[in-house]
Nanobody, 125 residues
Framework: QLQLVESGGGTVKEGGSLRLSCTAS????????IGWFRRPLGNEREFVGV????????DVADSVKGRFTISKEIAKNTVYLQMNNLQPEVTAVYYC??????????????????WGQGSQFTVSS
């Protein structure tokens, strides 16, 4: 059974960078889309971005374009969320998730069946 293990949270200063990792355990990411979502304190879960394991199609939300990128490392069965020029408003718990949504529905968290444990990070001003 596919399990997702996240790492990389913490505290970073405004303008800094951080990379979150999401590693498959128990199975591989083959055939999945791996999405990143975040839940700011007191707010709903938001789509951040996604990458297809096969083929590598990827996309990020308009709100983070130019600052966040998603990549994969096949040999490590790991997906990365690289976040640059961080601002306090992106402080949240970040989750990776694996699912098989159609590309037109990639932002719908209900279509992802496996979730990581969540990574909290805080951007300090």
């Amino acid at each position: 059974q596919l399990q997702l293990v996240e790492s990389g949270g913490g505290t970073v200063k405004e303008g800094g960078s951080l990379r979150l990792s999401c590693t498959a355990s128990g199975s591989t990411f083959s055939g999945y889309a791996i999405g990143w979502f975040r839940r700011p304190l007191g707010n709903e879960r938001e789509f951040v971005g996604v990458i297809r394991w096969s083929g590598g199609n990827n996309d990020v939300a308009d709100s983070v374009k130019g600052r966040f990128t998603i990549s994969k490392e096949i040999a490590k069965n790991t997906v990365y969320l690289q976040m640059n020029n961080l601002q306090p408003e992106v402080t949240a718990v970040y989750y990776c998730a694996a699912g098989r949504p159609l590309w037109g529905s990639i932002s719908m968290h209900s279509l992802y069946g496996s979730w990581g444990q969540g990574s909290q990070f805080t951007v300090s001003s």
